[in-house]
């Protein structure tokens, strides 16, 4: 069976540090990945999506970036933390039209 | 891209009322999907409903697609209902087809 961590789950950062979220699938190839985030009290915002290894689409201008160097691993990156960073992010993964599943999430939490 | 429109934003109910939550986007839809997030941020699969009608329990859900809405049922509400409720499509081709939240519906159940 199918299943995706995400690590790790809560972290607290200063203001200009960097960051590094990582999301790995177990038991299926070639998924489509995706990085949510979801502000405080607000709904989720896609961020990213990939269809295949180093294939990134962006769906917001931000200071945020993704990496896939692996079928089953994505990597959610910031070389400098705002304060606006802060939120929920969730990383999810579907085959292609399929019915997505998700991560349970990392609240980061910029200081 | 395809929207998704969910209302109302909020609901507060008393334990054992009903609740009609609706969800209404702007193109066509592969997949649509009803998910509960739950306090602790993990998002909880409730219907798969591109279409038609489906019940679980407490909850049911509906989707007539040639309208482009969708509505989630909740009967006999408990507290534990509580959370927020989002609904998501996947749209048929082009820059619809990335899994698109709406914003959710934030549910409090009262004792």
């Known amino acids: 069976s199918q299943t995706i961590h995400q690590w790790p789950a809560t972290l607290v950062q200063p203001v200009g540090s960097p960051l590094s979220l990582e999301c790995t699938v177990e038991g299926t190839s070639n998924p489509n990945l995706y990085w949510y985030r979801q502000a405080a009290g607000r709904g989720l915002q896609l961020l990213f999506y990939s269809v295949g290894i180093g294939q990134i689409s962006s769906e917001v201008p931000q200071n945020l970036s993704a990496s896939r160097p692996q079928d089953r691993q994505f990597i959610l990156s910031s070389k400098k933390l705002l304060l606006s960073d802060s939120g929920f992010y969730l990383c999810?993964?579907?085959?292609?039209?399929?019915?997505?599943?998700f991560g349970s999430g990392t609240r980061l939490t910029v200081v | 891209g395809i929207q998704v429109e969910q209302s109302p934003p909020d609901l507060i109910l008393q334990e054992g009322a009903n609740s009609t939550l609706r969800c209404n986007f702007s193109d066509s839809v592969n997949n649509l999907q009803w998910f509960h997030q739950n306090p602790w941020g993990q998002l909880i699969n409730l219907f798969y409903i591109p279409s038609g009608t489906k019940q679980n329990g407490r909850l049911s859900a509906t989707t007539v697609a040639t309208e482009r809405y969708s509505l989630l049922y909740i009967s006999s509400s408990q507290t534990t209902d509580s959370g927020v409720y989002f609904c998501a499509v996947v749209g048929l081709t082009g820059a619809n087809s990335k899994l698109t939240f709406g914003k959710g519906i934030t549910l409090s159940v009262r004792p």
């Open positions: 999810a993964w579907s085959l292609i039209q399929g019915l997505p599943s």
